[in-house]
């Protein structure tokens, strides 16, 4: 039996028997102990299930919205004079075009405010991430070369 197990090598049977029993007693405590905490647990993974879905949700209007506003600028001609009140129709139109391709199965009557602070929160973050992007590229290219940033 010790050939097989060379980790219980000098132990005696009885030894080894003890050991295999106590094994056995904390298996089962640590089973029992786990069924009470799932028994006396929260909703938790439901919640984990629905924030998981809410950010693809908001991941995927957030994409749309871009192919959309993407779309409509690459379809302007270059040197198009275009005013803030243009920018902001336009941005609202591309919103509103995300969020009917999301809503496609449902009735588009109504549009949810949650989705357009989705909306809004991703561009945010977008927004932050190109311009922290921007400032890295800049502060990169100015170390490599050591000029003024202006210089640029």
Not at 8 to 13: A, E, F, K, Q
Not at 33 to 47: A, F, G, S, T, V
Not at 78 to 84: K, V
Not at 112 to 137: C, H
């Amino acid at each position: 039996m010790n050939e097989d197990m060379p980790w219980v090598i000098g132990l005696t049977d009885e030894e080894i028997q003890e050991l295999r029993s106590k094994k056995q007693e904390l298996t089962q405590y640590g089973k029992e102990k786990i069924r009470e905490l799932m028994m006396n647990q929260e909703p938790y993974p439901d919640e984990m299930f629905e924030e998981a879905e809410r950010r693809e949700r908001s991941n995927r209007v957030l994409e749309r919205y871009n192919d959309f506003y993407n779309t409509e600028v690459s379809g302007l001609t270059w040197g198009t004079h275009i005013t803030p009140e243009f920018q902001q129709a336009m941005a609202l139109e591309c919103m509103l075009d995300a969020l009917r391709c999301e809503n496609l199965n449902h009735e588009f009557d109504m549009v949810q405010t949650a989705d357009i602070n989705a909306l809004i929160e991703g561009l945010y973050q977008q927004g932050k991430d190109f311009l922290q992007k921007s400032e890295t590229v800049m502060k990169e290219a100015q170390g490599h070369t050591r000029t003024d940033l202006d210089a640029l």
